[in-house]
Nanobody
Framework: VQLVESGGGLVQAGGSLRLSCAAS????????IGWFRQAPGKEREGVSSIRSSDGSTYYVDSVEGRFTISSDNAKNTVYLQMNSLKPEDTAVYYC???????????????????WGQGTQVTVSS
């Protein structure tokens, strides 16, 4: 199984980026794909998730209304469109795949089995 993130970079506050997570080696439709981030000196936090089977999505409050997660099942790829970026969004962003992610806790990291290598997002003020 391999998850490869791309699309990170440096952007000014208020700008946008679109992250991609390309998955291979798994039955994509069976998995929940989550985006997590970790800023320097901080714990990893969940950002958003999508169930490939039914498209249901979840966002943490801090990104609700600014970020949009979507899935192209034909390409085994999940996207995270990030708008109105803030300096506090600066972090390494990881995508992860979980087969048994509970609906009640869609960003519980221990439910995710596979992780990508991460992509850096830096938002300047």
């Amino acid at each position: 199984v391999q998850l490869v993130e791309s699309g990170g970079g440096l952007v000014q506050a208020g700008g946008s980026l679109r992250l991609s997570c390309a998955a291979s080696g798994l039955s994509f439709d069976d998995y929940t794909i989550g985006w997590f981030r970790q800023a320097p000196g901080k714990e990893r936090e969940g950002v958003s998730s999508i169930r490939s089977s039914d498209g249901s999505t979840y966002y943490v409050d801090s990104v609700e209304g600014r970020f949009t997660i979507s899935s192209d099942n034909a390409k085994n790829t999940v996207y995270l469109q990030m708008n109105s970026l803030k300096p506090e969004d600066t972090a390494v962003y990881y995508c992860a795949a979980g087969l048994w992610v509970h609906r009640s806790s869609p960003l519980y990291s221990y439910d995710y089995d596979y992780w990508g290598q991460g992509t850096q997002v830096t938002v300047s003020s």
